[in-house]
């Protein structure tokens, strides 16, 4: 089955400074990706998704994030953060079955 | 529209009682399944059901987790004589696809204390 690492527990950077959260991943064939956030007190919204094609993915609230199959990674970036980004980030990795795994999640704190 | 809804939101129980958590899917979405998150871990898969299909219940942890699913609209999840390692965050999703490679649309969360 297919697993997910992300290598960070918690990460803080400040306001308006570039972001990067790490995601590496195991799966024998091509994987569909995913990043999700939950913020505070919400629940879980998908950022981004990767299932084929361009490598570097757009997402919602101007993250995105790169395929490197070489590096079995799936980063998420984000040029320069906002206050309101502060939230838990998890990586997830999908196959052609029903078997969806989540990373143990990203905690980025926001300084001011 | 709606998004998945959970409830309830909050559920206190003690040791050795059985609870009841309840999701209500987006309307036409096939796919459900249940994660649980314990404080400051990731999501664990429970279970997932697939239209009419036999459901994946490969994620329970022990036999006093079961879950249902009435067609393709709500889903129950039911832990039998909770203990307190069951506290944790247990969260729905639904899908429009089936497998593993489309969306998940997630609730907020039924957060369970076990005394």
């Known amino acids: 089955a297919q697993s997910v690492t992300q290598p960070d527990i918690h990460i803080t950077v400040s306001e308006g400074a570039s972001l990067e959260l790490r995601c590496n991943y195991s799966y024998g064939a091509t994987p569909y990706l995913f990043w999700y956030v939950q913020s505070p007190g919400q629940g879980l919204q998908l950022l981004l998704k990767y299932f084929s094609g361009d490598t570097l993915v757009q997402g919602i609230k101007g993250f995105e994030a790169e395929f490197k199959r070489s590096q079995s990674s799936f980063n998420l970036r984000k040029p320069s953060v906002h206050w309101s980004d502060a939230a838990e980030y998890f990586c997830?990795?999908?196959?052609?079955?029903?078997?969806?795994?989540f990373g143990a999640g990203t905690r980025l704190t926001v300084k001011p | 529209g709606a998004g998945v809804s959970q409830s309830p939101s909050n559920k206190v129980t003690e040791k050795g009682k059985d609870v009841e958590l309840r999701c209500d899917p987006i309307s036409g979405h096939t796919a459900l399944y249940w994660y649980r998150q314990r404080l400051g871990q990731g999501l664990e898969f429970l279970i997932y059901?697939?239209?009419?299909?036999?459901?994946?219940k490969s994620g329970l942890p022990s036999d006093r987790f079961s879950a249902e699913r009435t067609g393709e609209s709500v889903s129950t999840l039911t832990i039998q004589r909770t203990q307190q390692e069951d506290s944790a965050v247990y969260l729905c999703?639904?899908?429009?696809?089936?497998?593993?490679?489309?969306?998940?649309?997630f609730g907020p969360g039924t957060r369970l204390t076990v005394l």
């Open positions: 999703a639904s899908s429009l696809a089936a497998g593993g490679t489309d969306t998940q649309y």
């Open positions: 997830a990795v999908g196959a052609n079955n029903n078997d969806m795994r």
């Open positions: 059901f697939q239209g009419n299909s036999a459901p994946d």
